[in-house]
């Protein structure tokens, strides 16, 4: 009960605290939307007669937008995490126990995976006549097919909610363990190289997998790598970061190198944030390239119910790229304007001792494009190591292909200067004096 009353006043006084809201809401709308949408598609093939190697693709769809639809959720938890971290801390050094700043924590990412999961739901149901006009098989969907029901709805509602519940939990960590050393900013230790072994483990066990397993398990098999080859490029890409950023921070010779450097080292894991949206988009888009090559290849004379399914396939890989690159446009958006926030304080510093806003400006951007080259070069290196089995050379056997890989590499660019110039304003905002 004091909890939610200290939840409570904190909410009602806290302006400040009413962007990072907004921001976390969009995300788990989003997030809720693109679920929703992906599993009425999945229910839709399965309920159709004569469609199993439908069915199969769209269960492979699903499992390459698993992970990108979890870290844009995840991310809307973890908005903002330093600036709600001093708050909490300042209730602990204040005399709050540990337990009522977690129940606060808590109070606050249910209050916003709710309104969020809600709004998602009444998304899905907008987008539902639009995503019914998209034609497979030979037509369109009827909107009882995209239905996915009040179980699979209340469920998907319910792990959203456990989704920002358990990160949210997690981030406040630090907070519980040490208030101390939030109070007094301690840069966080270097990120472990057990991540690079574990990502290396997962795309060798992916080659070896793909080659020896075969029968009824292989797509099963198959799919449960390649979720773990996408978690793993999560796990990998802020210890890449914190390399690139000691590298730059030695290398740097004016202002905006040192402190775009000095940000990467201090929190590559916030840096990683702002770019693995679109990284995870990427990824799909070079991973899907292979779809025009494969859809060639379909020879629809001896099986009259595969006529359709070049197109279909071709269909299928550009929807999935685009709701990749919606969910990472979402994720760039929020985590850019949030990273401001963040560092609002040292923003404000910065300006005081005389720093121009156009050196903040000119950091600010070199501190994404280092991200963003090296999260890049990640994901079109991945996709490659994924697609190999298959042969790359079917990127190339259809025009379509390199059109769709590298649009996914045009798309991701864009995605991440909108969002840094969209929240450009923020930066001002935040560094006024």
């Known amino acids: 009960m004091i909890a939610a009353k200290l939840w409570?006043?904190?909410?009602?006084?806290?302006?400040?605290?009413?962007?990072?809201?907004a921001l976390a809401v969009i995300a788990f709308a989003a997030t809720t939307a693109a679920v929703l949408i992906v599993l009425g598609g999945l229910g839709a093939f399965m309920a159709r007669p004569d469609s199993a190697i439908y069915v199969t693709c769209a269960q492979v769809a699903t499992a390459i937008l698993i992970i990108p639809v979890i870290t844009l959720g995840g991310a809307a938890a973890r908005l903002s995490i330093s600036r709600r971290n001093e708050r909490f801390a300042a209730l602990r050094l204040a005399g709050a126990t540990s337990g009522q700043v977690g129940a606060i924590a808590v109070i606050d990412a249910t209050m916003q995976a709710?309104?969020?999961?809600?709004?998602?739901?009444?998304?899905?149901?907008?987008a539902m006549p639009g995503?019914?006009?998209?034609?497979?098989?030979?037509?369109?969907?009827?909107?009882?097919?995209?239905?996915?029901?009040?179980?699979?709805?209340?469920?998907?509602?319910?792990?959203?909610?456990?989704?920002?519940?358990?990160?949210?939990?997690?981030?406040?960590?630090?907070?519980?363990?040490?208030?101390?050393?939030?109070?007094?900013?301690?840069?966080?230790?270097?990120?472990?190289?057990?991540?690079?072994?574990?990502?290396?483990?997962?795309?060798?066990g992916w080659l070896v997998i793909t080659q020896v397993v075969g029968g009824d398990m292989a797509i099963p098999v198959m799919m449960t790598f390649l979720i773990i080859c996408f978690a793993?490029?999560?796990?990998?890409?802020?210890?890449?970061?914190?390399?690139?950023?000691?590298?730059?921070?030695?290398?740097?010779?004016?202002?905006?190198?040192?402190?775009?450097?000095?940000?990467?080292?201090?929190?590559?894991?916030?840096?990683?944030?702002s770019v693995a949206g679109v990284t995870l988009a990427t990824f799909v888009a070079g991973l899907l390239s292979i779809a025009p090559g494969m859809a060639a290849g379909v020879d629809a004379s001896e099986e009259p119910s595969l006529a359709y399914l070049p197109q279909d396939l071709l269909t299928g890989a550009l929807v999935t790229v685009i709701i990749a690159a919606l969910l990472a446009a979402v994720s760039s958006g929020v985590n850019q304007a949030a990273k401001v926030l963040d560092h609002r304080d040292?923003?404000?510093m910065?300006?005081?001792?005389?720093?121009?806003?156009?050196?903040?400006s000119a950091a600010r951007l070199r501190e994404t494009w280092l991200p963003l080259?090296?999260?890049l070069a990640i994901a079109v290196g991945c996709s490659l190591v994924i697609v190999a089995p298959?042969?790359?050379?079917?990127?190339?056997?259809?025009?379509?292909?390199?059109?769709?890989?590298?649009?996914?590499?045009?798309?991701?660019?864009?995605?991440?200067?909108?969002?840094?110039?969209?929240?450009?304003?923020?930066?001002?905002?935040?560094?006024?004096?």
């Open 131 to 204: 995503v019914a006009l998209l034609q497979f098989q030979g037509r369109s969907f009827q909107l009882a097919e995209l239905w996915v029901g009040p179980g699979v709805l209340a469920l998907t509602l319910l792990a959203i909610v456990v989704l920002a519940i358990a990160s949210a939990t997690f981030s406040l960590a630090a907070v519980v363990i040490s208030p101390l050393g939030v109070a007094r900013r301690v840069s966080p230790k270097q990120l472990s190289v057990v991540r690079a072994v574990f990502f290396l483990l997962a795309f060798i």
């Open 232 to 273: 793993v490029v999560n796990l990998v890409g802020p210890f890449v970061l914190g390399l690139i950023g000691r590298i730059a921070a030695n290398r740097a010779k004016n202002v905006p190198a040192l402190l775009a450097a000095r940000r990467l080292v201090d929190d590559p894991k916030s840096a990683w944030r």
């Open 390 to 433: 298959f042969g790359i050379m079917l990127i190339g056997a259809s025009l379509a292909g390199p059109l769709l890989f590298g649009g996914g590499l045009v798309l991701s660019v864009t995605l991440v200067m909108v969002a840094v110039m969209a929240s450009q304003p923020l930066l001002r905002r935040a560094a006024a004096i």
């Open 114 to 126: 709710v309104a969020g999961a809600v709004a998602g739901a009444v998304l899905y149901l907008i």
């Open 373 to 375: 080259g090296a999260s």
């Open 350 to 360: 910065l300006r005081l001792a005389g720093t121009p806003i156009e050196v903040l």
């Open 346 to 348: 040292q923003y404000r």
């Open 8 to 21: 409570w006043r904190l909410a009602r006084r806290q302006e400040s605290q009413r962007l990072i809201t």
